[in-house]
C-alpha cells in the first residue's frame, strides 16, 4: 500500500518559514520524481516545486522561486519543502505527489500517480 505522509504545516507569520516533509512508503523511492502542490479554497490546485529522482532536476513555479527550496532523501524516502519569506498568499493545503520518472521532470497534477492527503499552511498578515 502506497502511502505518502506529509508533516510540518501550521500558522507563521508573513516572513516567517516553515519546512514540510513528506515521508513515502510501498513504493520504489528513487524511481519517483517528487512534487509538491497547493490548493487554496476556491482555487484549482497548482505546481509549486518538483524534483526528479536523483535530486538532479529541480523546478519551481515562478510564484516560489528564490523563497522555496525542495529537496529530498532517497535512504529516508523523504521529500522536504523549505519554505521562506512566507506571504499570505501563500496560505493553502500543500500537497506532496509521486509520479514514475518518464526522463523529463514531471511538473503537471495529471503527471503523478500517488497523493498524500495535504497539510494546510497558514500565513497570516
Known amino acids: 500500500q502506497v502511502q505518502l505522509v506529509e508533516s510540518g504545516g501550521g500558522l507563521v507569520q508573513t516572513g516567517g518559514s516553515l519546512r514540510l516533509s513528506c515521508a513515502a512508503s510501498g513504493i520504489t523511492f528513487s524511481y519517483h520524481d517528487m512534487g509538491w502542490f497547493r490548493q487554496a479554497p476556491g482555487k484549482e490546485r497548482e505546481f509549486v516545486s518538483s524534483?526528479?529522482?536523483?535530486?538532479?532536476?529541480?523546478h519551481y513555479a515562478d510564484s516560489v522561486k528564490g523563497r522555496f527550496t525542495i529537496s529530498r532523501d532517497n535512504d529516508k524516502m523523504t521529500v522536504y519543502l523549505q519554505m521562506n519569506s512566507l506571504d499570505p498568499e501563500d496560505t493553502a493545503v500543500y500537497y506532496c505527489a509521486a509520479g514514475l520518472s518518464v526522463g523529463r521532470l514531471l511538473i503537471r497534477v495529471p503527471e503523478y500517480t500517488y497523493w498524500g492527503q495535504g497539510t494546510q499552511v497558514t500565513v497570516s498578515s
Open positions: 524534483v526528479s529522482r536523483r535530486g538532479v532536476n529541480l
